[in-house]
C-alpha cells in the first residue's frame, strides 16, 4: 500500500511516498530555515506563502524520487494539526486537490502522532511503551498501549523544550533555530562552569517546566556581560543542555520505572536530533529498547506522516469523519 504524505506544519514543506507504514520510498523535505534566519523565528503568514511556492514540485519530486505515477498512490495522507494554521491549510488543500484528482482517500493525521512513528520506520513497535516526545512546540510523555492507542502522562507547563532551546540561543546570539547550534557549541564547552536549575524535578509527576530554566541561563548571561566577565558561549550551551537532559532523563526513567511492563523507549520529534540527548539516552536507559528515528526523521518531515497513516488505515479510521476533519479549521 502506497501512502502520499505531505506535512506543512510549520516551516518544511514536505512530500513523501511509504510504502506498508515503514519503507520509505521517498522523503522531499524543502525547508525555509534560511529565510527564518533573518528574522529569528518563523513568520506564519511568510511560512505559507512559501509552502504554495514549492508545494506542486514538492509533489512532482516526492513521486519521481519514488518511481511512481499518481495511479500507483493508494491513499493521500496530510498533517492535520497542531501546527501554524496558515502552513497547515496549504498542504490540507494540496493533499485534498491531489486525492480529489485520483480518487482517492485522504487521512488527516496528529502531526505529534507521526512524531511517534518516526521511529518505527525502520524498527517495528512493540507495547506497551513510553514515548517521548521533544519538539519546538510541545514536551510530553505518553504511554503506548498499542497502535494509536497513546495516554498522555505527562506534559510541559510551559515551554516547550525546542522552544527554550531556540530563545536561549537568540539571547547568546545564535541564528534560528538554536537547538542544532547549541548542540554543537555545547559538545565543546564545559558543563559544569554554570550552576541552573533543574526544574520540577522534585515532584512526583511526569510534568516538565522549562520557562525557569530558560529565563536563569538568560539571566546568568545578562549578568556577566554586565559585569564584564568573560563569556563563554559553549560552556552557556554545554550547562544549558546538562539541565535539560538531566530533566528529560529523570522524568522518562520515572515514568519507565511506574510502567514496568513496558518493552520500548520511543523517542521522536525535533530535538531528538540532539546529539548530547542522544548519547545519554544510549548510556543511560537499561532494560528497554531504544528506538530513537535516524536524523531526517526527527525533524519535520512527510515521512513520518506516511507512516502513521498507515496505522489509522489498519485501525479502521479512514471514514468519512477523518476526510472531513482535514476540511475544518477548528480541528487545526
Ligand atoms: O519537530 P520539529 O521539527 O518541529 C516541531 O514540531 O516543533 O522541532 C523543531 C525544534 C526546534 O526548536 C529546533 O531548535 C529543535 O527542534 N532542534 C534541536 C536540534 N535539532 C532541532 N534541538 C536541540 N538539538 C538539536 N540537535
Ligand atoms: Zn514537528
Known sequence: MKILAFESSCDETSVAVVEDGQKVLSN????QIDIFKLYGGVVPEIAARNHVLVITSAI??????ANCTKDDIDYVAVTQGPGLIGPLLIGIDAALAFAYSINKPVIGVNHLVGHAYAAQIEHEMKFPSIILLVSGGHTELLLAKGHLQFELIGQTYDDAVGEAYDKVA??????????????KLASQGDSNRYQLPRPVLDKDNFNFSFSGLKSAVINLYNKEVKNGNEIVIEDFAASFQKAVIDVLLTKTKLALEKYPDVKQLIVGGGVSANKGLRKALEEEIKGVELLIPKFSYCTDNAAMIGAAAYYYIKNGLVNKDYILKAYSINNL
Open 28 to 31: 522531499v523535505v524543502k525547508s
Open 60 to 65: 512532482e519530486k516526492a513521486l519521481s524520487d
Open 170 to 183: 537568540r539571547v547568546l546570539g545564535q541564528k534560528y533555530p538554536g537547538g542544532p547550534i547549541l548542540d
